[in-house]
């Protein structure tokens, strides 16, 4: 170690390299995504800006729009409610084969070759089926099935199931296998072991995790709204295809309400499970 | 610094009801550059007595005074400038975790930083030769660039008296600064922190539970017992007696409940082993 | 509790029987042999996928612009969320404690309304292209890690910054001395997390006129080239996948 004034800080050197990567790679970035933050208080911009948030006010709360509203929010919270179902049917028996704690192979050492690759191969789809974003494959619904409400439940039932099918899966190989072992050793069946030993453990994990996605599956079903699947995020489009400045003030506070609610209907839930 | 309390009271930080109390009637007085160790049973009211002189905590009634000034009465920007000029060191060290020794022996000199300086130093420590040095005093230089997470308890301890030499204070209030060193570094750490108290002039009190090692390197010994003042006398003049009374475990509240149960008095503690953790 | 718990037990059954028949899902347009066969028949449409230099130059064009969308997003998000959560995470006893309620109502709002709606609300005053996109991932990333980010404020040990105080250290110096490092693993975490939502949202923010392999996607789906079409939504998984690993990969050597 060096002694007297000559002590040299060995985070220096690469404190100074991470900032200049960082400066060098931040100018491609602001070019790619066309970063003009002055753009924003250009007087065209700034005028259309405060006609928009001008036309919001007073909000539009004539009694036909409010049902139509009414109506609208109720579909969207049916959309997402039907998905999650859908997706939970999926994602159980999905996450159950792809779930090492249940292998019937791996009791005795390592697993054997086909249940290996077969939960493999669940474990890709729902990595696949997760990472294509819920709108991709509503804007393919809509032209299969048509405008309306059954192609944004298609669309949230498939991504949903690849997330929750995923957490299902790490919920249940983070349990102490200890006692599903011991079921699986003794000739119970895997379904048996499953609601005897799993179940008990990871109900209020799993049971949190589905009622958090479920929230979240009412903001997606707004989302696709705009690409046709009906709901408030139609409306939201149509208003604002239209400039309707009070409608869409009105929509974007129903849908704020909305997700309050959810948060706490979701909160409280959780609460009575633990 | 100077330090008088007259009649000084303070209830625990974290108190349930009105008249909680950490202690009581303390009224001391402390000379500029003097060293006085603070012994006492556990609950005597030692941390809330650091915490009170250091500003930390206001008292409940009675007078502080520091170099002649009431803290309380002072204007916020006149405390904020008079807390900068002491240093309170807990028992368990301030350290972020992932933080370097580096930095935070080095963010003992904060008030003396500009913002501009400060915030330069956490990329490019502003003065590695000092922070070297004040490590070096309790045998710890080799850690310098070391993450405070990856040291023992007994190093961290060590880092956060490293610390107090950084500050500007010349009022040093150390709780606890021997707990989780080994009995080899006990004599090396204390030395070193009574030697750099001296070399500055700074006013140095320490609560500390190893009562040979107060009274070997402290020429002034307080003692507190459940909140009151017990004794304050030099080091040579404290009798192995009132050592006795000072930790004996509430013989008279014994007796008088052992008289209607029937228990038995405690026995009085020895003194040579004073480790009362 | 009791009354609670049997109110979930019977209005849940309720909710999800009533959306199902609310929802009018035309069951037979995607069960029926003849919409399996036309769905096969339209899957098919996309094999092979387009792969001419031109076609795939423009691909990866969009795939960079997505990228970066996200990375900037996220960075913006991280930055104004930090600015937000401080305040956000105040406690009463200091006194200072009134900032809580009202910036975290802000937080909410800015949490609830999705990439999507916000891209098009921006589109009004960004206009078309990736920078709206940017601004709606940063607004709307910064209120879910701005309340992330307060919880953790509120969690941390406090010992660090209080031992600060007491030196009558102002309160910027205590937060990027003794607040900031016990929490950035934590910060780093949830944002490197966040980026993982991000370029998901990324890729379809396009499809309002944001930029991005979403814009292409809309354009080729709408004009029906299935081919191109499918090069696209291949780009977009790679990436996806891409993302996800090097984010975990951050996150474990990070953290």
């Not at chain 2, 930390?56 to 002072?74: F, H, N, T």
């Not at chain 3, 999705?114 to 709206?132: C, D, K, Q, R």
Request: aromatic share 8%.
């Amino acid at each position: 170690m060096d002694r007297g004034e000559s002590i040299r800080d060995p985070a220096t050197a690469s404190r100074l390299f991470l900032i200049l990567a960082g400066l060098v790679l931040l100018w491609p970035l602001l070019k790619a995504t066309e970063f003009r933050p002055w753009a924003l208080f250009e007087a065209d911009s700034v005028q259309a800006t405060v006609r928009f948030l001008g036309s919001f006010w007073p909000i539009a709360v004539e009694p036909d729009f409010l049902r139509l509203v009414a109506r609208e929010t109720w579909r969207t919270v049916a959309m997402a409610t039907a998905a999650i179902s859908l997706a939970l049917v999926l994602a159980i028996p999905l996450s159950l084969i792809a779930a090492r704690v249940l292998s019937l192979s791996a009791l005795t050492g390592t697993m054997s070759r086909v249940p290996f690759l077969i939960r493999r191969l669940i474990h890709g789809v729902l990595i696949l089926l997760r990472s294509i974003p819920e709108l991709v494959w509503a804007l393919v619904f809509v032209r299969v099935v048509g405008l309306g409400p059954t192609a944004g439940v298609l669309a949230i039932a498939l991504t949903y199931t690849g997330m929750l099918g995923k957490v299902y899966t790490e919920i249940l190989e983070s349990t102490d296998p200890h006692a599903s072992r011991a079921l699986l050793r003794t000739g119970s069946s895997r379904t048996q072991t499953f609601f005897y030993a799993l179940l008990p453990t990871c109900a209020a994990e799993l049971i949190s995790y589905t009622v958090y996605r479920w929230e979240c599956a009412i903001r997606s079903s707004v989302v696709l709204g705009f690409v046709g699947a009906g709901g408030l995020g139609q409306e939201m489009d149509n208003s604002m295809k239209m400039f309707a400045g009070a409608e869409v003030a009105t929509l974007l506070l129903v849908f704020i309400g909305l997700v309050a609610l959810a948060d706490r209907a979701s909160a409280t839930i959780r609460r009575i499970i633990e | 610094m100077k330090i008088q309390t007259r009649d000084l009271e303070a209830r625990h930080r974290a108190f349930r009801s009105a008249d909680d109390r950490a202690f009581e009637g303390l009224s001391l007085e402390i000379g500029a550059g003097e060293q006085v160790a603070i012994i006492g049973p556990s609950g005597a009211g030692k941390t809330t007595l650091l915490e009170v002189l250091a500003c930390a905590m206001k008292p409940v009634s009675g007078s502080l005074l520091l170099d002649g000034r009431d803290p309380w009465q002072l204007s916020t920007a006149e405390l904020q400038r008079l807390r900068g000029t002491l240093f309170l060191a807990p028992q368990v060290p301030p350290l972020p975790p992932r933080q370097r020794v580096v930095t935070a022996v080095l963010a003992g000199r904060l008030p003396t930083m500009s913002l501009l300086a400060s915030l330069r130093s956490l990329l490019v420590p502003s003065d590695l030769p000092g922070a070297r040095a004040a490590l070096e005093r309790f045998d710890l230089a080799e850690k310098l660039f070391e993450r405070v997470d990856r040291l023992s308890g007994g190093e961290r301890q060590r880092v956060g008296l490293a610390r107090t030499l950084m500050s500007p204070a010349s009022l040093w209030l150390i709780d606890e600064p021997l707990s989780s060193l080994d009995p080899a570094r006990l004599q090396q750490a204390l030395q070193a922190l009574v030697e750099s108290a001296r070399e500055r002039g700074a006013t140095l009190v320490t609560t500390l539970h190893q009562v040979d090692a107060a009274l070997a390197f402290f020429p002034r010994v307080i003692g507190l017992r459940k909140g009151k003042l017990a004794f304050d006398l030099p080091s040579a003049a404290v009798t192995p007696q009132a050592l006795n009374d000072l930790y004996e475990t509430s013989s008279d509240e014994a007796h008088n409940a052992g008289a209607s149960r029937g228990l038995p008095a405690h026995a009085s503690v020895s003194i040579t082993t004073m480790h009362c953790r | 509790m009791r009354a609670q718990t049997w109110a979930v037990l019977i209005d849940l059954p309720c909710l999800i029987v009533s959306s199902f028949a609310t929802i009018d899902l035309q069951w037979q347009s995607f069960v029926s042999l003849q919409a399996l066969s036309s769905m096969g028949r339209f899957v098919g449409e996309f094999v092979p996928p387009e792969t001419s230099p031109e076609f795939l130059h423009k691909v990866i064009v969009g795939a960079w612009e997505t990228l970066a969308m996200s990375i900037l997003g996220t960075l913006l998000a991280a930055l104004l969320g930090i600015f937000l959560a401080v305040p956000a995470s105040q406690h009463q006893r200091d006194g200072t404690g009134w900032t809580r309620t009202p910036v975290q109502w802000v937080l909410n709002a800015l949490r609830a309304v999705p990439e999507l709606v916000w891209a098009s609300l921006l589109l009004i005053s960004a206009g078309l292209g990736p920078f709206a996109g940017t601004l709606a991932l940063a607004l709307h990333t910064a209120g879910v890690l701005g309340r992330l980010y307060a919880e953790a404020l509120e969690n941390a040990p406090s010992g660090p910054a209080l031992a600060l105080k007491a030196q009558g250290v102002g309160s910027g110096r205590v937060f990027f001395y003794a607040t900031l490092p016990t929490v950035l693993p934590q910060i780093m975490s949830y944002t490197l997390y966040r980026w993982e939502n991000n370029i998901r949202a990324a890729a379809v923010l396009g499809v309002v006129g944001a930029g991005g392999l979403g814009q292409l996607l809309a354009f080729h789906l709408g004009l029906f080239q299935m081919h191109k079409t499918a090069t696209v939504l291949l780009g977009m998984i790679v990436m996806v996948v891409c993302v996800d690993a090097l984010s975990h990969q951050l996150r474990k050597v990070l953290t």
